[in-house]
């Protein structure tokens, strides 16, 4: 009798032992699970409910499918003609970072003729046709710069209660370690414009993010790109391809 319940009481604490081991594992990508919470910002059950747009093509300004072989311009959906876009603000770009670290924002161009820096997709999972489509998981990478930086949420910034975007993404490796890199663009409802959407499906065991890429404005003016909750409006985007970039 003892030794039956002492195998029981064994397995009971070896079974225990693993469950913690197993929750230990589990990466959280963030400062604390509670900082996520009351920044309102995951939403995953709402996003997961639209993911049946994810079977039609992201498409550019000219209604053709936008493909992980091409350059792009990512720029504000609120366009006036080729020249000058309303709301001041001009295509994705760059800035030197709030902290010093060599990691630079994510922001609008502050000139409202300037395209930005181009932009090409990566998929997380393998196409054959190149061909990027709504709620895939993405990397956003600097194409023309040195090192071709992509974009990434940034740690949380307790002094301005933001996640901003960087350009601290790394190339490939799909999964936890590169939770903070991916990014899917989503429907608006308007004709070729599109919400970026951080909610990424690389990893499933993960804590992350899920929501919208608003704007946060600094002191100074210029639009920074940031994972903003529900309550706060998402930046909608037009994408131009490069080769001939005309916002018709």
């Known amino acids: 009798m003892k030794s039956s319940s002492l195998a029981a009481t064994t397995t009971a604490l070896l079974s225990f032992s693993f469950t913690l081991l197993a929750l230990a594992t589990i990466p959280v990508i963030a400062n ?78 502050p000139n409202i003729s300037n395209y930005g820096i181009k932009i090409r997709f990566s998929q997380a999972v393998y196409s054959s046709d190149n061909i990027v489509m709504q709620w895939s998981d993405l990397k956003f990478i600097f194409s023309a710069l040195p090192g071709k930086p992509s974009w990434s949420v940034d740690n949380y910034d307790k002094s301005l209660t933001q996640w901003f975007i960087t350009d601290g993404g790394v190339e490939g490796n799909p999964g936890g370690l590169t939770l903070l890199d991916w990014f899917k663009f989503e429907s608006d409802g308007g004709r070729n414009t599109y919400r970026i959407i951080h909610c990424p499906f690389v990893c499933s065991t993960c804590g992350t993010l899920c929501n919208h890429i608003g704007l946060s404005p600094d002191a100074v003016c210029l639009q920074h790109l940031a994972v903003l909750p529900n309550n706060l409006p998402a930046l909608s985007v037009k994408i131009v391809p490069a080769a001939a970039p005309c916002v018709c």
């Open 32 to 109: 604390s699970q509670s900082q996520i919470e009351n920044n309102a910002v995951p939403n995953c059950n709402a996003y997961i409910a639209t993911k049946g747009s994810s079977e039609k093509p992201v498409t550019d300004i000219n209604g053709n499918a936008v493909k992980t072989s091409m350059d792009y311009y990512v720029i504000p959906a609120n366009t006036k003609g080729d020249v000058g876009r309303s709301g001041g603000y001009g295509g994705i770009s760059l800035i030197t970072g709030r902290h010093g670290n060599g990691l630079m924002d994510v922001i609008l161009h």
